[in-house]
Every structure is written in C-alpha cells, then in structure tokens.
C-alpha cells in the first residue's frame, strides 16, 4: 500500500490532473514480491490505463524499485463473479436495506392498502398474495416497503434465502454471466430463492432476453410457491415493451399502489426520518417543509438533509427561520415545478378538452368539473393565493376557487372515479 | 470504444487543487463544510458556469485520497463520448465525483448508468458527489427522485465585493505576483467574472514571465 502510494504521487506529476483523478486515483495496486497487482474498477478503465497510460508507469515502476517486476492487470474475473452467485454463503445477493423495516414506514391513506398487504405477505409468504406487486410513482417508499417484507421474512425465518436485486443489476449481471459462461449460477441462483425481492422491473421493457430469463425464474419460483415481490412504476398491463406472457403472470398475484403521500403523511415522514438520524425537528417545521414539498418522500428527505446540515454546521437549532434559509433555492425550484399554466394544460389533456374551454366562462358539465379540479389541484400544489388562482382562471372571484375546492373534496369521497382522475392528475404533475 | 486519447484533457490547473485553497463566496461556507465532510452523505451541487463546481470536485478527490480512500473524478461533459460502463465498478471505491451531470440529459444509456451507480453506491456506502450547471427537470424520474435525495447544495459566484479579496488569493495560491492597484485596474477594464478573471491573470503571469518584465499597467494593456 505504501509502496502504491508513493508510486502515484510520482505519476501524479507526470499527468493532468483531470487525467490522474478520473484514470489513476480509483486503481488498487498491491505488490507481491516481484509482481504487482493493478486492479481496476472496470475494463474500460482498464483498457485505458494499459492503451494510455502503461509507458509513464511502467517507467515509474522501474526507476523506482530497481528491479524487474511483472505488471498484472486485472477486473472482476470470472472466478469472483461464478463465486458470487454459487457460494453458499451468499444467502441474499445485494444486502437488504437493514433500517427498511414496517416499523418505520408511515402509514398513509395513499399507502394503507399497499402496506396491509405487504404485512400479510411478511407473515404468510407463499400465500394468496403471489406475486405481491406494488406500483406507483418514484420515491413513494415501494423499495422500503420491499425490504420490509424481506427483513420480516428473514427475521422470522433466519434460514430463509431472500434475494433482493434491482432490475437492472438482475440484466447486467445476466449479461455478465452470459460472457462468463457462467448462466447455470446465474440460474441457480436466482431460481433456488425462498422469496425474490425485484425493484423497478419496468426496466426490463425492451430487453427480451432479460424477460425470458426472468419469465423463466418466475415460472420457477412459483412452481415451487417461493413468493415473489415486485416493483414498478406502472400498473401490469401498462408497461410498454413487456412481453404479454410476462405482463399477465405480473397480474396473477395481488397489484397495490403507492400514491403520492398526502400532507399530514408527509410531515410525519419527515418527523419519523429527522427522529431516526437523531435530528430534533420541531413539528411547525415538519409541516412548514410538506406544505412546500410535494411529489416525494426522497425529496423530502434531501430537504431534511439540508436542514440538518446546516443547523449543524451553524450550531444553530432548527426553527422555521433555519429552515426557510436552508431551503430557499429548493422551495423556489420546487414552486417552478408546477405552475398554474401547467396544471391547466394538463387538466385539459387529460380531460381532452381545449384549454381555451377550460378558462372560458361556459358552465356545461362536460367543462365545469375539469375546471373546479384544476383550480383544487392549483390550490394543493402551488402556493399561489386563492386571489391568484380566481385571476389565473381568467378573472375568477376568489370565491369561486374556494366552491370549487369543496366541490372538488366532496366528489372525491363520494365518486370512486372522481378521486381516481385526482390522483392521475396530481401524481402526473408532481413527478 | 472511441479513440480513448479524447480523455486526455487539452488543459490542465497548473498547480494542484485543494479546497484550503478554494475561495468561498458568500453564504456558500456550508457547503464547503460538507463536501469536506465523509459523513455528510452524498452531495448534489448545483452552479453555474465558471463557479468552480469543477476545481471543487477534484480538489475534493485530491484532499480526501489516501492508500485507504479511494476516489474518482469524471467530467461527464468528456466522459460522455466514451461509453457508460466507464461507471460499472466504481461503487467499489470511497468517493466518486461526477462533474457536469447537466451533460449527460436526454441521452437515456448514461442517465440508465448514472442511476445504477447511484443504487450500487447506496448498497457498497460509496459517497457520491454530483455537480449540475441548471437545474435539470428532465432527466428520467427514477434518477431525478435519487438526486433529489441528496443533500443539495448551490454554489454562487463570488459576489462584486468579494472579488478583489478572492483574486488576491487565487493569486497568491498560483504565486502569480500581481498587486493591489493591478488588481483594481483589472476589474475596472476587464470582465468582473471570476473564472475569465482568473485565466486572463494566468495569461498575464506567462507574458510577464516571457517579457521577464514585472506585472504593471502598461504590461496588462498590451494584453488587452
């Protein structure tokens, strides 16, 4: 290690800066006797290095040690990936998230049902719900409560294999193995899994050996009636680029939704994260933040993060004057994010009506429900004033936008269909 | 795989980065208070062009590397005519710095690779520091939701008020001799932007060092 480090800083003199921090600075060099071990985080690097860079080192190398030393250069080989997927200590792959557990998950009305059902696969895997498939918008809390199921399996039978893999990793590691030669691992592995845990499988669209492989452990997986938990972005039958075959098994178990969380939600994950990293969050801050904050628990989460940074870095404790500070740029970017114009525009497209209707002063059915919704959903998603948002609707009193905003509440609670084109709309406009 | 020479950047910082000597404008000491600090998390640092996003991110690199803490800086605005399998491993290391995130927008295979390093760091405890020109709203959903996430910093430029101040010690780092009254011509007669300040000062420095001549008036006119 010592000899590695005084070895590039000899290099470093002889490159760019730019050069020796994006091509030298991520090797790992370890000299064994006569041989030195120049390990790669890829090939690419790797290929660069040796085409590039091997001359200045191999110069370095000899001035420095006096004597003839062999150079190996070398990446992720087969024997450490066939290892990977066949030794019997590799119980779960990739670790599941340990903090992801349903203790810690908030409960919401736009996650209730997702949740029970995620509690229910926990304590009786293999059961009706399979596979249990949860969708919804990104950082909606669908890989936490992934996790949860697979943390609970494990806690209650430590014995059990869950294996967890983003779906993308699940495609390049196959691509990997295929160049390997090593798919009987990369099978077994996968398809001896007591529950499989896949995140994002929207990303198989358009990957057609992926699916086949991945339809292929399914139908294994649930022949032997190992349980399966998937994640996506989409419904089943809404994901562009997936064979049929594979869209209807998806629908075979139980789909839930994750919708965007709704206010009080939010405060109280923002409550909950800021207790688990030890930060002390007023709860007038917690909402101040979700009142500004809306499309997802990530961003509300990088939110929390700032201000916990620089109460720390200030020595300051949180109140809503530190936190205006902290995230004045991110509440300005955030309030560009959905304006009136958009909200508008989106409503008609949605509706397929023109949005000269939507602003007009006609009063049919087919016109008025469309607009109440928009001025309702301008009103949760902006902060613009009931003022503001009557003028934006050309010219409407402010009591109009407030009829409208009751109008709109009641219809969602007694018209199923109404609270659905709701929540469309709010979560297209808020990821 | 493009000819590979492109990575091999036409310019280099003379002298060697570090944030001790990184002049922070105005209300950005936070942030350099937790691009310093490993438990801070991953960073997302937003500026615009010429702030110093560039010199931060590998005078970060080169502060932090030792035998037992790997880094890596990749300027995605180059990287980009490589391929993106230039991030596959990199979770393996400590830090990684991904300079000009705004240059990879709308092609899908480096926003894909990018987002897949993003979950790979998360799994191995990689810290990642992204730095972005603008805001960028249209990078696909899952990745923009994983920035979001980060603690997001913005870095300003150096205010009017600053700026003699921070060239006197730009200067004085580079061991480019230039004084007060040079210094206040400069930003009387030249842009008041501090990256342009900066490179015509170095261009200065290396006429003065040809002529074998002192850094005056009369000398900076002739460059002007």
């Given at each position: 290690m010592e000899f590695w480090s005084k070895f590039t800083e000899k290099l470093e003199n002889k490159l760019t800066q730019e050069e020796f921090n994006t091509w030298i600075r991520p090797l790992k060099g370890n000299l064994n006797k006569d041989t030195?071990?120049?390990?790669?985080?890829?090939?690419?690097?790797?290929?660069?290095?040796?085409?590039?860079?091997?001359?200045?080192?191999?110069?370095?190398?000899?001035?420095?040690?006096?004597?003839?030393?062999?150079?190996?250069?070398?990446?992720?080989?087969?024997?450490?990936?066939?290892?990977?997927?066949?030794?019997?200590?590799?119980?779960?792959?990739?670790?599941?998230?340990?903090?992801y557990v349903f203790d810690n998950f908030v409960e919401g009305k736009s996650n209730h049902v997702?949740?029970?059902?995620?509690?229910?696969?926990?304590?009786?895997?293999?059961?009706?719900?399979?596979?249990?498939?949860?969708?919804?918008?990104?950082?909606?809390?669908?890989?936490?409560?992934?996790?949860?199921?697979?943390?609970?399996?494990?806690?209650?039978?430590?014995?059990?294999?869950?294996?967890?893999?983003?779906?993308?990793?699940?495609?390049?590691?196959?691509?990997?193995?295929?160049?390997?030669?090593?798919?009987?691992?990369?099978?077994?592995?996968?398809?001896?899994?007591?529950?499989?845990?896949?995140?994002?499988?929207?990303?198989?669209?358009?990957?057609?050996?992926?699916?086949?492989?991945?339809?292929?452990?399914?139908?294994?997986?649930?022949?032997?009636?190992?349980?399966?938990?998937?994640?996506?972005?989409?419904?089943?039958?809404?994901?562009?680029?997936?064979?049929?075959?594979?869209?209807?098994?998806?629908?075979?178990?139980?789909?839930?939704?994750?919708?965007?969380?709704?206010?009080?939600?939010?405060?109280?994950?923002?409550?909950?994260?800021?207790?688990?990293?030890?930060?002390?969050?007023?709860?007038?801050?917690?909402?101040?933040?979700?009142?500004?904050?809306?499309?997802?628990?990530?961003?509300?989460?990088?939110?929390?993060?700032?201000?916990?940074?620089?109460?720390?870095?200030?020595?300051?404790?949180?109140?809503?004057?530190?936190?205006?500070?902290?995230?004045?740029?991110?509440?300005?970017?955030?309030?560009?994010?959905?304006?009136?114009?958009?909200?508008?525009?989106t409503v008609s497209e949605y509706y397929n009506i023109k949005l000269s209707d939507l602003l007009s002063k006609r009063r049919s059915r087919s016109i008025t429900r469309p607009r109440q919704l928009a001025m309702a959903l301008t009103k949760e998603?902006?902060?613009?004033?009931?003022?503001?948002?009557?003028?934006?609707?050309?010219?409407?009193?402010?009591?109009?936008?407030?009829?409208?905003?009751?109008?709109?509440a009641e219809l969602r609670k007694e018209d199923p269909s109404q609270e659905e084109d709701y929540r469309n709309l709010n979560r297209a406009l808020t990821n | 795989m493009t000819n590979p020479k492109q990575l091999i950047f036409p310019f280099s910082i003379d002298k060697k980065s570090s944030i001790k000597k990184f002049f922070v404008a105005e209300g950005c000491e936070n942030l350099v208070a937790a691009i310093q600090d490993n438990k801070a998390g991953d960073i997302f640092l937003l500026g615009g062009e010429g702030v110093g996003k560039s010199y931060l991110l590998q005078a970060t690199c080169n502060d932090l590397s030792s035998s037992s803490f790997t880094t890596a800086y990749i300027p995605?605005?180059?990287?980009?005519?490589?391929?993106?399998?230039?991030?596959?491993?990199?979770?393996?290391?400590?830090?990684?710095?991904?300079?000009?995130?705004?240059?990879i927008a709308a092609n899908k295979d480096w926003e894909v690779a990018c987002f897949n390093l993003i979950n790979r760091c998360n799994e191995s405890g990689c810290r990642l520091i992204f730095s972005c020109s603008k805001d960028e709203k249209n990078f696909f959903p899952d990745l923009l939701s994983r920035l979001k996430k980060m603690t997001s910093y913005i870095l300003r430029s150096v205010q009017d008020a600053q700026l003699n101040n921070a060239i006197k010690a730009i200067a004085l780092n580079l061991r480019i001799p230039i004084e007060e009254k040079e210094i206040n011509f400069l930003l009387n007669t030249h842009t008041r932007d501090l990256a342009t300040l900066i490179n015509f000062i170095k261009k200065i420095d290396d006429h003065s060092m040809g002529s074998k001549r002192k850094i005056t008036i009369p000398l900076i006119k002739e460059l002007l």
């Open positions: 030195l071990e120049i390990t790669a985080p890829n090939d690419f690097v790797l290929n660069y290095v040796v085409q590039n860079l091997s001359d200045e080192i191999n110069q370095i190398i000899s001035k420095e040690l006096k004597k003839d030393i062999s150079l190996v250069y070398k990446t992720i080989d087969k024997e450490t990936f066939v290892d990977k997927y066949s030794s019997p200590k590799t119980k779960s792959g990739p670790k599941l998230v340990n903090h997702a949740l029970a059902a995620a509690k229910q696969v926990a304590s009786n895997p293999s059961g009706d719900y399979n596979p249990l498939f949860i969708y919804g918008g990104v950082g909606l809390g669908k890989t936490h409560l992934m996790h949860a199921v697979g943390n609970q399996i494990l806690k209650e039978s430590p014995e059990k294999r869950v294996v967890y893999v983003h779906s993308e990793k699940f495609v390049s590691d196959m691509v990997k193995a295929l160049q390997l030669g090593a798919m009987n691992e990369f099978k077994s592995f996968y398809r001896n899994a007591d529950a499989l845990l896949i995140d994002d499988i929207q990303f198989f669209a358009g990957k057609e050996q992926s699916q086949e492989e991945f339809f292929h452990t399914f139908n294994a997986l649930l022949d032997q009636d190992n349980q399966m938990i998937l994640t996506c972005d989409k419904y089943p039958k809404e994901i562009d680029g997936l064979e049929d075959r594979l869209k209807s098994r998806l629908g075979w178990g139980l789909p839930v939704v994750i919708d965007p969380p709704e206010l009080e939600t939010r405060a109280a994950v923002l409550l909950k994260k800021a207790s688990l990293m030890g930060v002390d969050l007023p709860s007038d801050c917690a909402i101040y933040i979700a009142q500004r904050i809306r499309s997802n628990i990530r961003e509300l989460e990088g939110a929390l993060k700032r201000v916990s940074a620089n109460s720390k870095f200030t020595n300051q404790p949180i109140d809503i004057a530190l936190v205006k500070d902290a995230l004045k740029d991110l509440f300005v970017i955030s309030a560009k994010m959905v304006s009136i114009e958009n909200i508008q525009k998603l902006t902060n613009h004033s009931l003022p503001e948002i009557g003028e934006a609707f050309n010219g409407r009193d402010h009591t109009t936008v407030l009829h409208a905003c009751k109008k709109i | 995605l605005a180059e990287a980009i005519k490589l391929k993106p399998m230039l991030l596959d491993g990199l979770e393996s290391l400590n830090l990684v710095c991904l300079d000009d995130l705004d240059a």
